[in-house]
């Protein structure tokens, strides 16, 4: 079934949505890429799944533009008949400051990323999934969103947003077979951690170590998956057993 689908994973260039194209295109999925600004990284995944025998397409739009991602994915629906199955909704920011000292653009652009652009991406694509019949919908949101994060009130609030959208979306379309669920990564070994104080998360995470962005990527897949076909509306921590 994988074969006649494309799938679509905004925030692909980089890091944990470049890893979930590539175990996506190995699924044998044809990737399109949806990326803000990085042309150059955007087109060396593209290379790297094109390379390892894999089909994919790059489309650049930013999330946070509703008529940018509408105007994009009404193209890509009508340029290739093969239906868009597959949503990842990757993309996100993060600017981390402590709440009193916290600027409302600092607030505002993490929040609409993550939810602002989950509405942009995702309405345009729910109608086609239900017409064919069979859709799967996976949200990228966060164990801060599960749990809180110090220092994260604006992520933990856009994630735990997300986590919200993804349960309330799950019970809309269950009975069109489109799934639709959620992972949340706890600290992963991405540039977000960077600057980071490492050895302080460690201690907090029962495995003592971070995770890997193909680790993120491996439960995306089986989400996406027809084993999965029974779950949805779930959150699925991967984290370490951090929260």
């Avoid at 600027?103 to 694509?125: A, C, H, K, M």
């Avoid at 019949?133 to 809180?148: K, L, T, Y």
Wanted: a neutral charge.
């Amino acid at each position: 079934m994988a074969g006649a689908k494309r799938a679509l994973i905004t925030g692909a260039s980089r890091g944990i949505g470049a890893a979930i194209a590539r175990g996506l295109a190995e699924d044998g999925y044809a990737v399109i890429l949806n990326y803000r600004s990085r042309d150059d990284e955007a087109e060396a995944v593209r290379a790297s799944i094109e390379a390892a025998g894999g089909e994919a397409s790059l489309c650049r739009f930013d999330v946070v533009d509703g008529a940018a991602a509408e105007a994009a994915l009404e193209g890509l629906l009508a340029a290739d008949p093969r239906p868009i199955g597959v949503l990842v909704n990757n993309a996100g920011v993060n600017d981390d400051v402590p709440f009193p000292a916290m600027s409302r653009e600092q607030w505002s652009r993490v929040i609409t990323t993550t939810l602002d652009g989950f509405y942009n991406v995702t309405r345009p694509l729910v109608m086609p999934m239900v017409r064919a019949r069979w859709g799967r919908i996976v949200n990228v949101a966060s164990i801060s969103g599960v749990i809180g994060n110090r220092g994260q009130v604006n992520y933990s609030a856009a994630k735990a947003g997300l986590i919200g959208a993804t349960k309330a979306l799950a019970q809309e379309m269950a009975k069109r077979k489109v799934t639709v669920n959620a992972v949340a990564p706890g600290p992963i070994e991405t540039d977000m951690l960077e600057g980071a104080p490492l050895e302080h998360i460690l201690k907090a995470i029962p495995m003592r170590r971070v995770g890997t962005v193909d680790e993120v990527a491996g439960a995306v897949r089986f989400l996406c998956s027809d084993s999965a076909a029974y779950i949805t509306g779930q959150v699925l921590g991967i984290s370490g057993g951090l929260g």
